[in-house]
C-alpha cells in the first residue's frame, strides 16, 4: 500500500493543476513510510518472529525502500547488532546477556538459511503479477479496489516493482555474515565483560558461565561463519577475567583486617582494652540462655578462649574475609567438577583440535588457572599481613605490659585456626609469634620471680634453717621442697591464668619454662655468695649481742663495780677467761647448717624445679641450672646413692603435686 501511494502522490504531483491536499498526502505518506519502517525494525529484532515472517518484512523493506537483497541483508545485520548491543547493556534483566548471546546465534543460523536464497525467491515473487492483483492487496476492504479501481490508470493497475533479487551471490552472502559475526561477537564480548563486572555474586557468574557455555557447544554446528574456538576463547576468557578480579578483590581485602588491627593497637587503653571475663567468673552462671544453645556454647567458648570485644571485632572480620575465600575455592571446584559429555557429542573430525579438547580447557584449565591465581593472590596478601604484623610485634616490645602481645597472640590463634583450604600448606613466619609468646613470658614470670628471690634473700638473715624435723630417711634427706619453691610455682600460676589460660599454647609453655630456668639459675648462682656475707653478718649481730649484753643493764652495773685494776694479775686472767669462752659461744652460734643443710636442701629443690620446668617426659636437663646442681653436689658431703635419692625423691613428689600446677604442666 505505501508503494501504491506513492505512486498515487507521484501522479498528482505531474498534473499541471496538483491538488491543494498534495503536500498533505506527502507528510503522511512520509509519516507512513517511517511508521512502516519502524515495525519492519522491530520484527528484525523480534527474538520470537518466525522464519517466514522475517523474509515478509525484509521483503516490505525492500519495496519500501526499493532496497536489492544485499541492502537488505545489510540492514538486517544492522538492527540485530543494535538489538544484541541493548540486550547486553540491560541490567534489569539478569538473562539480558544471555539472550544476547541466542540472537547473535538465531542471526547466524537465518542469515545463512535466508540469503540469498530464500529471499530471492520471495522477491521474485513479488514481480510475478503487478501489486494490485495481489491477493493481499485486492482483499482490503478499506480501499474498496471493485468500486475506485476503475479510477486508476492502466500504468498503476499494472505497477509490478522492479527489485533486483539475484544481484547476492552465495558467496557475497558469506563474506557478509563473516564481517557481521566478527563485529557482533566483539560488540557482544564488550557487553559481557560490562555485564560480569556488574556481578560480585560468584554463584551468578558461575551459573551464567555454565549457561552461554552449553548453550554455546549445544549449537556451535549452527555457527559455521565463525570460528568456534575463538568465540570459546572469547567466553572463556571474558568469565575468567572477572573471576580472577573478584579474587584479588576478595583476597585483599585482608588488608581491612590488618588496619582493623592497627587502629586499634593506636588507640589502646591499658587495663581496659584487654579485659576479658573469666570462663570461671559468677557470670558465667546468669548467662541468658534463652536465644538457644548455640548462642550458649559461643559465649562459653569466647570466654574460653579469652575474646572480649575489641578480639572478637578483629575475629569477626577475619572470619567474613575467610569465608569470602572458601566461597572462592567452592566455585574453584565447581568448576571442576562440571561435565560437559552431553554438549561435547557428535564432534567431527575436521573441527579444530581445541575443540576436540573442550573438556581440558573447562574443567581442567580453566580452575587450574584459577586456582594459580587464587594461591598466588593469598601468598601476597599473606606476605603483607606477617610484615605489618612483626613491625607491630615490635612496637609491642618497648612496652611495660604484655596486654597488647597478648591481644595480637589471641588474633594469630585465630588466623592460624582459621587459613584458607588453599593455604594450610603455606609456610607461616612464627618468629612473629614467638616474640610475642616471649614477651607474654617474660612479664608473666617477672612477678613471681621476683618475689621468689627477694624471699631467699630474707632466709639468712631470719636465720631459719631447713626443717630437719621432716627429713627422712638414713642418712636424713629432704622429702618436700622448701616453700619459697613451691609458692614459686604458686605464683607463677597466679600469674599465667591473669592472662588468660588460652595463650599458654605448648610453644608458649616451652618459651616460659626455658626463660624461668635462665632467671633462676641466674639469681640461685649468686646464692653461696649471699650466704657467705650473710654468716658473716649473722655473726657480728651476735658478738654485737654479746658485748650489748654485758656492757648494758645490771650487768653493766656489776662490771663497774668489780672491774679489776690493772695491777691485778688476776684481772688478765680474768679477761683471756671471758674472750675464751666468748669465741666459744660465738663458734657454737654460728648458722653450721647454711652450709651442709642448706645445700642439701637446696639440691632438692633444684630437682623439684627442673622436673617441674621439664619440657617433655623424662627431660629434667636444665638451662643454666646444671652448673649450680653440679656445684651442690661437690659441695656437701653427700654420697652418690644419697644424691640419686633425693632426685628420686624430687621427682616423684613433681608427680603428686604437679596436678596443682596443671597450666604450668
Known amino acids: 500500500m505505501l508503494v501504491i501511494s506513492r505512486l498515487l502522490h507521484k501522479k498528482l504531483s505531474q498534473l499541471s493543476k496538483p491538488p491543494p491536499f498534495l503536500e498533505t498526502l506527502r507528510n503522511r505518506l512520509g509519516a507512513l513510510r517511517r511508521r512502516t519502517l519502524n515495525r519492519i525494525d522491530i520484527e528484525f529484532q523480534n527474538f520470537n518472529t518466525s522464519g517466514e515472517a522475517l523474509v515478509e518484512a525484509m521483503c516490505a523493506f525492500s519495496l519500501a525502500t526499493s532496497s536489492s537483497p544485499t541492502a537488505v541483508l545489510r540492514h538486517f545485520h544492522h538492527v540485530r547488532l543494535e538489538a544484541i548491543s ?3 547493556q540491560f541490567s534489569g534483566d539478569p538473562e539480558g546477556i544471555f539472550k544476547a548471546l541466542r540472537l547473535f546465534l538465531k542471526t547466524l543460523r537465518e542469515t545463512q538459511a535466508m540469503f540469498p536464497v530464500q ?26 479496489l471493485d468500486i475506485h479501481g476503475k479510477w486508476l490508470g492502466d500504468d498503476i493497475n499494472s505497477f509490478v516493482p522492479y527489485i533486483r533479487h539475484d544481484d547476492l551471490q552465495r558467496a557475497e552472502a558469506g563474506r557478509l555474515l563473516k564481517q557481521w559475526a566478527k563485529q557482533a561477537f566483539f560488540s557482544f564480548l564488550e557487553q559481557l565483560q560490562g555485564r560480569t563486572e556488574s556481578l560480585v555474586d560468584v554463584k551468578e557468574i558461575v551459573h551464567l558461565r555454565q549457561a552461554m557455555l552449553e548453550f554455546w557447544l549445544s549449537n556451535r554446528h549452527h555457527a559455521i561463519a565463525v570460528d568456534t574456538s575463538e568465540v570459546l576463547d572469547g567466553l572463556r576468557n571474558a568469565f575468567n577475567g572477572r573471576l580472577i578480579q573478584l579474587i584479588r578483590e576478595n583476597v585483599v581485602e585482608l588488608r581491612r583486617v590488618r588496619s582493623l588491627i592497627e587502629n586499634i593497637l593506636n588507640e589502646w587503653q ?45 575475629s569477626e572480620r577475619y572470619k567474613t574475609w575467610v569465608n569470602k575465600v572458601e566461597e572462592m575455592e567452592q566455585m574453584i571446584k ?17 573441527e579444530d583440535e581445541i575443540l576436540e579438547d573442550k573438556e581440558v580447557l573447562l574443567s581442567q584449565d580453566d580452575p587450574h588457572l584459577l586456582q594459580a591465581e587464587l594461591q598466588h593472590s593469598l601468598q601476597t596478601a599473606f606476605e603483607d599481613f606477617q610484615k605489618k604484623m612483626s613491625a607491630m610485634t615490635e612496637a609491642t616490645e618497648s612496652d611495660s605490659t604484655a596486654q597488647k602481645a597478648e591481644f595480637l597472640l589471641r588474633i594469630w590463634r585465630d588466623v592460624r585456626q582459621r587459613l584458607p583450604y588453599v593455604y594450610k600448606d603455606s609456610p607461616i613466619r612464627f618468629d612473629t609469634i614467638q616474640r610475642l609468646q616471649t614477651k607474654v613470658a ?38 618436700l621442697p622448701s616453700p619459697w619453691a613451691f609458692q614459686l ?30 632467671k633462676l639459675a641466674i639469681f640461685l ?114 654420697s652418690s646413692e644419697s644424691i640419686k635419692s633425693i632426685q628420686m625423691v624430687a621427682e616423684e613428689y613433681w608427680k603428686r603435686t604437679s596436678l596443682l600446677f596443671a597450666l604450668f604442666a
Open 86 to 88: 541493548e540486550l547486553g
Open 119 to 144: 529471499l530471492a525467491r520471495a522477491l521474485e515473487r513479488l514481480k510475478i503479477s503487478p501489486l494490485l492483483k495481489s491477493p493481499d492487496v485486492s482483499s482490503l476492504r478499506e480501499i474498496s
Open 270 to 314: 591499658v587495663d581496659r582494652s584487654n579485659i576479658h571475663p573469666s570462663m570461671w567468673d559468677v557470670s558465667t552462671i546468669s548467662i541468658d540462655a534463652i536465644s538457644g544453645g548455640q548462642a550458649l556454647k559461643e559465649t562459653l567458648a569466647s570466654r574460653f578462649y579469652g575474646k572480649n570485644q575489641t578480639t572478637a571485632t578483629v
Open 334 to 350: 565447581r568448576l571442576r567438577e562440571s561435565k560437559w559429555t552431553n554438549n561435547l557429542d557428535n564432534i567431527d573430525d575436521d
Open 489 to 518: 610455682l604458686h605464683d607463677l600460676i597466679a600469674s599465667m591464668n591473669v592472662r588468660g589460660s588460652d595463650i599458654w599454647s605448648a610453644e608458649a609453655i616451652l618459651i616460659l619454662k626455658y626463660l624461668l630456668r635462665k
Open 442 to 479: 617474660e612479664q608473666a614470670i617477672a612477678a613471681p620471680v621476683s618475689r621468689c628471690e627477694k624471699r631467699i634473700r630474707k632466709i639468712p638473715r631470719l636465720g631459719k634453717k631447713p626443717p630437719r624435723l621432716l627429713w627422712e630417711g638414713d642418712p636424713a634427706l629432704p622429702v
Open 525 to 638: 648462682g649468686e646464692v653461696p655468695e649471699l650466704r657467705q656475707e650473710a654468716q658473716i653478718n649473722r655473726c657480728e649481730e651476735i658478738d654485737n649481742s654479746r658485748r650489748e649484753n654485758v656492757t648494758e643493764g645490771p650487768n653493766r652495773e656489776i662490771a663497774d663495780i668489780e672491774r679489776p685494776t690493772s695491777d691485778e694479775s688476776d684481772g688478765k686472767s680474768l679477761g683471756d677467761g671471758n674472750e675464751d669462752a666468748h669465741n666459744t659461744e660465738m663458734e657454737k652460734s654460728l648458722p653450721e647448717f647454711f652450709v651442709e643443710e642448706e645445700r642439701i636442701q637446696r639440691l632438692f629443690d633444684i630437682f623439684y624445679l627442673q622436673n617441674a620446668t621439664a619440657t617433655r617426659k623424662g627431660d629434667s636437663k636444665g638451662w643454666g641450672m646444671t652448673e649450680i646442681q653440679n656445684s651442690l653436689k661437690e659441695s656437701t658431703q653427700l
